[in-house]
């Protein structure tokens, strides 16, 4: 657990991403202690992969504002490309959804990984292939040697992701970010995956943000909880708090919803998300939220703590006029 004394590694401040018109972020404030992991929950197309993909300020043509603050590199938007370039591998790794699009298909993954470890670790060539043969075994790649010289599309979806997960942790980065594998795996795999990535990050003493669908699944595996709804935070806090003692309706809906055994389908909340182009400009859940008052859907409801404790910014948060 985090040692309240020291800084939050990452802090997120009224982050804000525009696609075009859209408001895709919505003053996301966030933080995260050294060692600590983070779950991000919400609906699909809530800003969870958006957020994971700014911090490694890889959104391209979005515009993005606010601050992200990584521990003893101040703000990330305000470095060079440059700088980013040295940070991405190193400090920061991300594991993306979907391993088969991430990885090179014209490259042995031996390669891919080999390389990686050369960049960011200075190794030479047969030091480079000796680490990875032990970054492939620690991420249960069966006959790890063999599999150097495996193309990904020889490898199975659950194997492209252990890749995939050896790559970003070849630079020891201290905070890793992991989008959810949903598209090509199976459900069994899938938790596989996770529990490998919040291992492999504990031992190392990393922190991680894991961007997940399920709730229960976070509480049960991730320090704290960010629950997002339509690009907004509604609530976060430590883990058990969000779970069991949550405030905001919509934390409390995204609860009573349960992933269908063997299916990969999660039963959503009634109604649906409103368009970028009909979002309210106040609370954005306002439109579904059984306890709106008229209030909700003009003025956007501040995250402010439920109480203030020592954690500070790590206290549990919620945005919500009309709180449980
Ligand atoms: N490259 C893009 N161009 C335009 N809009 C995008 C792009 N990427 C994401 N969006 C939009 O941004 C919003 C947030 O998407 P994001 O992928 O971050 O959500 P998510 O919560 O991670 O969803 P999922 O669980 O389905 O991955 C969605 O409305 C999505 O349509």
Redesign the pocket.
């Known amino acids: 657990m985090t040692d309240m004394a020291l800084p939050p590694v990452l802090t997120l401040r009224d982050l804000t991403v525009h696609?075009g018109a859209a408001k895709?972020l919505d003053r996301v404030n966030l933080s995260l202690g050294q060692g600590e992991t983070l779950a991000l929950v919400?609906e699909?197309?809530?800003?969870?992969?958006?957020i994971a993909v700014a911090i490694m300020r890889l959104l391209g043509t979005a515009k993005v504002a606010g601050t992200i603050e990584l521990a003893g590199e101040g703000d990330l938007l305000a470095l060079t490309e440059r700088q980013m370039v040295k940070l991405r591998g190193q400090r920061l790794s991300m594991i993306f959804?979907d391993a088969g699009a991430a990885l090179n298909p014209s490259y042995t993954v031996g390669r891919q990984l080999s390389t990686t470890l050369r960049r960011t670790q200075g190794l030479s060539t047969a030091e480079a292939r000796k680490r990875a043969i032990e970054l492939f075994t620690s991420v249960g790649i069966n006959d790890p040697e063999g599999r150097m010289s495996a193309f990904p599309h020889q490898l199975s979806g659950g194997m492209q992701q252990r890749v995939m997960v050896a790559i970003a942790l070849a630079g020891s980065p201290d905070l890793l970010l992991a989008d959810e594998p949903t598209s090509a795996l199976d459900v069994t795999i899938q938790a596989q995956i996770v529990r490998l990535i919040l291992t492999l990050t504990r031992e190392r003493g990393a922190s991680c943000i894991f961007?997940l669908?399920d709730l229960a699944l976070a509480s049960q595996s991730c320090d704290r909880i960010a629950v997002?709804y339509a690009?907004q935070v509604v609530e976060s806090g430590p883990a058990h708090d969000v779970l069991e003692h949550h405030r905001h309706p919509y934390t409390q809906q995204l609860k009573s919803c349960v992933l269908e055994i063997g299916t990969k389908t999660l039963t959503a909340p009634e109604g649906t998300v409103p368009s970028?182009a009909q979002m309210p400009p106040g609370c954005r859940f306002s439109t579904r939220c059984p306890r709106a008052l008229p209030r909700c859907a003009g003025e956007a409801p501040p995250l402010v703590p439920l109480r203030a404790t020592a954690a500070g910014p790590l206290d549990h948060h919620i945005a919500c006029w009309n709180p449980e």
Not at 44 to 50: F, I, Q
């Open positions: 696609r895709i919400g699909s197309g809530a800003g969870k992969s958006t959804q961007v669908h997002l690009g970028h």
